[in-house]
């Protein structure tokens, strides 16, 4: 074997179309090659004919590292004339767009390189750079770039029928600006199916019904038409924006968000109550504040001792009865998610939802509101007893995007906080052939 093809193998610039001529070390730890390219494209962009040959460019772009070392190809790159006098160009250089894109710093294949070590290593961003030799943002931009293209790989959509829309706050700003939240979408159907975890399919900012169609409107039809169900939050937006873009989808209100709005109502009712008896917020040793967690805890999950205060934490006053009808009616609602037999539990629950949603006697306030925006709602909540689809993993994905974000960036730009997202969470690892 010719040294340079043995150099051309080890240093695997052969696949790249391009041979090694001459190579040296820098006082910066950097290994640089100098290649001459093969077989390169001689013809005029513009009118397609072989160029005269004038002279080359030194391009020099970052590769791959080299045992350990970050490397920087230096691309003898040819330069033409088109001799061709009906066609203007003049002065071309050889296309080597394959290797490395149009004004690139850093060739194709070590892009691809870092947005692996970054998903399938874990590595982090500064880790990555130090390996390539180049700079945190230049690192960061390209890999964002890379998870776009690989997060819209053709069939990375594919099989979903059940479909998590939920939102949160990704920049805890003060207010509820729109601009502080992202609406997730995950597919549910492994889920759903039993087969795996939830996956992240994308983000978009804000929370809004034109959030969620606007996403919806951008996928392809077999997309919409494969889609069954879409699980949300009580956001009525959402509700919109599917019953707009999707024909065959039913909307299902997600059984965390129902207990979760229960509950509130029951604190709601449980301060008021606690104010008018004891004329001040809670404080240790008012009843009502002494039970305010196992309040909110399943019945089923307290202990002996945790029940017996409970009880006498609800029977200190007269006036508790309103806390104690609304927690009864609490309890309730979770054992209707709790059933076993998903029929008895959605019959359980339209008994629930029917009882409370009007003539609620007075002074249960929260009980009242409750009872009527459930009702509003009632098609979402009993449709979960047929499908069976919840949420739940979505919250688990927001967690981990939660802690995502409590580490080291702060994330000021949205899109670099969806695309690291994607990376974590978004299980690109199958589709990195897209790169
Ligand atoms: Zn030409």
Known sequence: ?????????????????????????????????????????SSCPRCERAGRLRDHVDREVADLPIVGHPTRLHLRVPRYACENGACGQGIFRADISA??????????????????RMILDKMSVSAVAASVGLGWNTVNALALQAARTVASAPGRLDGVRVLGVDEHKWKHVRGNGDSSFVTVLVDLTPIVDG?????????????????????????????????????????????TATAEALDKARAVMDPFHVVHLAAEKLTVCRQRVQHDTCGHRGRTGDPLYGIRRPLLTRIALLTDKQKARLRSGLEAHEEHVAVSVTYAIYQELINAYGQENKRDGKIAMYKLLKRIHTGVPSGLAELAQLGRSLWA???EILAYFDTGASNGPVEAINGRLEHLRGIALGFRNLNHYILRSLIHSGGLAQHLDAL
Do not use: N
Request: positive net charge; glycine residues 6%; contains cysteine.
């Open 1 to 41: 074997m010719q040294r340079s093809a043995i150099a051309d193998t080890i240093c695997r610039t052969i696949e790249l179309g391009v041979t090694i001529t001459d190579a040296a070390l820098d006082g910066e730890d950097r290994t640089h090659l100098f290649c001459e390219v093969l077989a390169p494209k």
């Open 377 to 379: 709602r009632r098609a």
């Open 195 to 239: 087969t795996g975890s939830a996956r992240l399919l994308d983000m978009v900012g804000g929370r809004s019904k034109a959030a969620l169609k606007d996403w919806l409107d951008a996928r392809d039809d077999s997309f919409r038409d494969r889609i069954r169900v879409v699980t949300m939050d009580g956001f009525t937006g959402y509700r």
């Open 99 to 116: 290797i490395v894109a149009p004004r690139a710093a850093v060739t194709r294949r070590t892009i691809a390189w870092i947005l692996r």
